[in-house]
């Protein structure tokens, strides 16, 4: 994946680096196949 930056990268582990757990998935049935949710900063709006 090339972004605007010309910067190449691998979206796997781009989008892997941003999975968390959260205090919810101590408690979830999916929590042994679940990489947690994704976090992405906010960033500026497409509109």
Avoid: I
Avoid at 2 to 13: G, K, M
Avoid at 17 to 31: L, P, Y
């Amino acid at each position: 994946m090339v972004f605007v930056t010309d910067e190449e990268v691998n979206l796997f582990d781009y989008l892997g680096a941003r999975r968390h757990k959260k205090e919810v998935c101590g408690s979830c049935a999916w929590s042994l196949v679940c990489e947690g949710f994704f976090e992405f900063q906010e960033g500026p709006s497409d509109v």
